[in-house]
């Protein structure tokens, strides 16, 4: 038994011992094109998000990248949870591939939308102001707390294996010995700790499988909950799904293959295995051409050939500008693949690795083909979108797969890939080690204790009942905490105390300040012309630093007060500095009136919206004025403003 077993242990710890060429020449070159994503990164920040080519279409590579890697991350609830779930035993050298790939692919996606936002530190925003009504907001939730439970769901089963590390890696250097140390948490294989293993994966477990179905039901949501042409669909929550589950099995395979030929462990990882997770690819593929089918079809047989927006969106993936990538997706990345994974001669191991690669490209396409084309269909009286992703976004996008596979590939570096107490331990006799408890000391870390039974058969029905339960009141306890750090949040950026309800509603606009904040943005102001604007009283000013926004309000108790606040605000003034590349826009709506003011501002009047709206541009600067005036007394008060603070 002991010799076959060490020789099994070295085996698995071999990859984290030694290091060749190939590994620090990926390392390098990875890491190089992290470092060039950062630099762009770089360069849209400093000059904002023009140098990208999301103008007439908002979101691009960002936001696609982050549902792509969102979906794949939904592999290791799969692999891991669900079959842990169901008792299958071929799950077990592949879990922790899966769980990896999980950690890896939400860090990375986590960071897209911070690079989307242009302006990263205005997450802080997100919360402070965030509202609970707001798909947004379940999204920062969601994924916060998936993270969070998917790292977890990672630890957790790593430490008998990260204590054998400890044990058995006697050549490595200081700062790793000292992390295996940390990381193993003093684990000596006792009952109590194989118990308290077994309980914390019972949980963890219930909760991924929670998870990896609401997150990116949740996902789907920010776009179904969209009024825009396209998202207008019930099913988007299990095509997402769906199509994230399909992407990760096919990202595991191809780490599969990569593990069995550059690693050596072609015995733990066999042409077994690979032959299942190619069934399962299968049946995930027919699924997502059921639910292609069914999602186009009902639309088309309603709107193509018609006039009607959807009409023209079909049309345009079926046969217009955005055909190439939707049928790319179509053929290449589910009808190929399909016949890849069912012809008896190409089920083998380079069909299936080809099979996964097709499947990936085709479901970033599928993002792809679910976030542009929609956004370029003119919703009001404009042109078509565009959307050419420039250098920028190109190079970040490079850098995100790079950073993606580089976690990869350094976790494989320091922990073993395939689980050593899931494999090797589970094949030996727990009766036996307990006969020669002192003959085979590194086998008690990781051969659980008869009495702990980990893999024992989860009460599926009482498990779930017991972690909904929790789930429930953590979720009232979060909503309830929620609000209350909102409501201190805004009290103390109102720096008065408790928040009243003027700075509840208004806090959305900066903190309170007076008229020092115009010193900061560079004006000079005459105090006495600015307390009252024809018969409205100044009652506030507030002062967003990170906008460079002062806001004003009015109060005026002879006109009709602002339905934006709770509480009368009959005029508000926003002034901000834009810099020297904004200015009024060249083309003009018919509905609004173009004229000069005394000293030179260009003045933009849109009478048609609610509230009425006057815009003043000169130097640099914007000013915005709204209230339920006619337009000579909208005139009037930009006149006054401009001789208060512009120069």
């Given at each position: 038994m002991t010799a076959s077993t060490y020789l099994k242990i070295d085996a698995l710890i071999r990859p984290v011992q030694r290091h060749g060429t190939l590994f620090y020449v990926a390392f390098a070159t990875l890491l190089a094109v992290v470092a060039w994503g950062v630099y762009a990164w770089s360069?849209?920040?400093?000059?904002?998000?023009?140098?990208?080519?999301?103008r007439t279409v908002v979101w691009g590579f960002y936001i696609i990248n982050f549902v792509f890697f969102i979906g794949i991350s939904h592999v290791g609830a799969l692999i891991s949870a669900i079959l842990r779930l169901t008792g299958s035993d071929w799950r077990r050298p592949i879990?922790?591939?899966?769980?990896a790939v999980?950690?890896?692919?939400?860090f990375v996606a986590m960071l897209m939308p911070l690079i989307d936002l242009g302006r990263p530190d205005r997450i802080l925003n997100l919360l402070m102001f965030g509202r609970i009504q707001s798909p947004l907001i379940w999204d920062f939730i969601a994924i916060g707390t998936y993270f969070v439970t998917s790292t977890l769901y990672l630890y957790v089963p790593m430490i008998p294996d990260i204590a054998v590390l400890r044990d058995s890696v006697k050549d490595a250097s200081s700062w790793r010995r000292r992390l295996y140390s940390l990381l193993s948490l003093n684990w000596m294989g006792t009952p109590e700790q194989w118990r308290i293993l077994e309980q914390a994966m019972r949980i963890l477990t219930i909760l991924i499988v929670f998870m990896v179905i609401t997150v990116h039901t949740v996902v789907s949501w920010d776009f179904a909950m969209t009024l825009r042409v396209g998202w207008n669909s019930t099913i988007f929550g299990p095509y997402f799904v769906a199509g994230a589950v399909l992407s990760g099995v096919a990202t595991v395979i191809i780490i599969m293959a990569l593990v069995r030929k550059l690693l050596g462990l072609d015995a733990f990882i066999t042409e077994k295995h690979l032959h299942t997770m190619a069934k399962l690819m299968l049946a995930l593929v027919l699924i997502l051409v059921y639910l292609t089918i069914n999602e186009h079809l009902v639309v088309g047989y309603k709107y193509l050939g018609t006039k009607e927006l959807e009409g023209v969106w079909l049309s345009s993936l079926f046969w217009g500008s955005y055909a190439p990538y939707f049928w790319v997706q179509i053929v290449g990345g589910l009808i190929v693949p399909a016949f890849l994974l069912a012809y008896p001669g190409t089920r083998n191991i380079k069909g299936y690795l080809a099979a996964s690669i097709l499947v990936n490209i085709g479901m970033w396409l599928e993002r792809w083909n679910i976030v542009v084309p929609s956004l370029a269909v003119p919703q009001l009286p404009y042109p078509w979108g565009t959307y050419v992703p420039t250098w920028v976004e190109l190079s970040i996008t490079a850098g995100a797969f790079s950073l993606f596979m580089l976690i990869y590939l350094?976790?494989?570096?320091?922990?073993?890939?395939?689980s050593i107490w899931e494999t090797v331990g589970h094949e030996q006799a727990p009766a036996a080690l307990a006969a020669e408890p002192s003959a085979y000391p590194v086998l008690k870390l990781i051969v659980p204790h008869p009495e702990a039974q980990v893999e024992r058969p989860i009460e599926v029905r009482r498990s779930a009942m017991k972690t909904v339960a929790v789930a429930a009141v953590g979720l009232v306890a979060g909503l309830v905490g929620g609000a209350q750090l909102k409501s201190l949040i805004k009290a103390l950026s109102s720096g008065r105390g408790a928040a009243t309800p003027l700075r509840r509603s208004l806090g959305v606009l900066g903190i309170a300040s007076d008229m020092s904040a115009f010193n900061d943005l560079g004006l000079r102001v005459r105090r006495e012309a600015l307390q009252k604007l024809g018969s409205a009283r100044l009652t506030s000013i507030r002062y967003n630093r990170q906008a460079a926004l002062i806001s004003l309000a009015f109060h005026d108790p002879s006109t009709r007060s602002l339905t934006l606040y709770d509480e009368p605000v009959s005029v508000l003034v926003l002034i901000q500095r834009i810099g020297d590349k904004l200015g009024p826009p060249e083309t003009i709506l018919p509905n609004v009136t173009k004229f000069e003011l005394p000293r030179g501002s260009v003045a933009l009047l849109n009478e048609k919206t609610s509230p009425p709206k006057l815009e003043v541009w000169q130097n640099h600067y914007k000013v915005s004025i709204l209230?339920?005036?006619?337009?000579e007394a909208l005139k009037r008060f930009a006149m006054q403003i401009e001789e208060a603070i512009l120069k």
């Open positions: 360069v849209q920040l400093a000059t904002g998000l023009g140098v990208t080519g999301l879990t922790r591939m899966a769980e999980t950690f890896a692919s939400l350094v976790f494989t570096k320091l922990f073993p890939i395939v209230g339920y005036y006619g337009a």
